[in-house]
């Protein structure tokens, strides 16, 4: 969501995106068994790691990581309204005392060099672009450390269909093959990738999704901007419903080599 981005989501004040998605458990397509898994991968697990949730949403996936690995978390997200539920959820949890919360831009993260055992990112480091976002991050991690990112992919070998929803939303969508490519040039090893199961998008993302827009379009008095965000929305759900088995979000895990 930086500012020249051109999805269509971002015609939207981000006050209304953020009224829209602060009501949701998760902002993107995800699930607690596929952080875990991810999390398998990792060659250390703590005790005392340095780890950033970067896009963090209001933090389901930041819950996981602190229940599951010792370490102090700092979670970053460009919308006051994600920290703000952030903020609540890890004080619900008990969490708090792990992790720090802070708005801000992940085109300007504010780590210095070699600081991080672990980078993580669920659905948001397309925001910046995924080369982007692991060439820049990188110098944030220890040698050693590792980055774990969700990125959507094409999963049918021929690649279709180019819909202009896929133009809009992912213009960097591309195989995994070509994926891991990148994770390699951008000075990674790849340790692991694996798809993310239908059920990331259907139940747990978009189900949340299609019961929040009748609460959203009371509340915003069904305003011409809100009808047509929740019109976006439902096309969202409806195109993954036609065409979701070609393509998806796929965890991509690499360690900077060691020195
Ligand atoms: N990781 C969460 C999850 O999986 O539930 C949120 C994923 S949501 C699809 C993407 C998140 O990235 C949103 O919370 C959004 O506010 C955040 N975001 C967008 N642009 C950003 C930027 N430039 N810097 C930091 N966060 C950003």
Redesign the pocket.
């Known amino acids: ?2 500012k020249e ?1 051109k999805e269509p989501i971002f015609e939207f004040d981000f006050n209304l ?2 009224d829209f ?1 602060r009501a ?1 458990d ?5 699930g607690d068994e596929q952080t875990l898994r991810a999390l398998e991968f990792l060659p250390a697990t703590g005790p005392g790691l340095r780890i950033a ?9 930041t819950e996981v990581l602190a229940r599951h690995l010792d370490g102090t978390i700092t979670a ?4 006051p309204a ?1 920290i703000e539920g952030l903020r609540a959820r890890m004080k619900r949890m008990g969490l708090g005392d792990r992790v720090t919360a802070l708005v ?4 300007e993260l504010a780590f210095g060099d070699e600081e991080l055992d672990l980078i993580w ?4 480091i397309y ?2 672009g995924f080369e982007r976002g692991l060439t820049e991050w990188r110098r944030f991690l220890k040698p050693g450390g590792v980055i774990a990112v ?1 990125e959507c992919s094409w999963l049918a070998p021929s690649r279709l269909p180019e819909t202009a929803y896929i133009r809009e939303n992912f213009p960097d969508i591309d195989t995994p093959a070509a994926k891991v490519r990148m994770l390699e040039k951008a000075g990674y090893v790849p340790l692991a990738h694996f798809v993310l199961p239908q059920h990331c998008w259907t139940q747990n993302y978009f189900a949340a999704v299609a019961a929040r827009i009748p609460d959203f379009l009371e509340e915003q008095g069904h305003s011409p901007a809100a009808v047509r965000m929740a019109t976006l929305m439902r096309e969202e759900i409806e195109h993954y419903r036609a065409h979701g088995t070609d393509y998806g979000y796929v965890f991509y895990i690499g360690q900077k080599p060691e020195k």
């Open positions: 969501m930086n981005n995106i953020a998605f949701l998760r902002q993107g397509p995800g949730d970067i896009g963090c949403g209001t933090g389901r996936q970053v997200d460009l919308l994600m801000g831009s992940m085109d990112a669920e659905g948001s925001n910046i969700t």
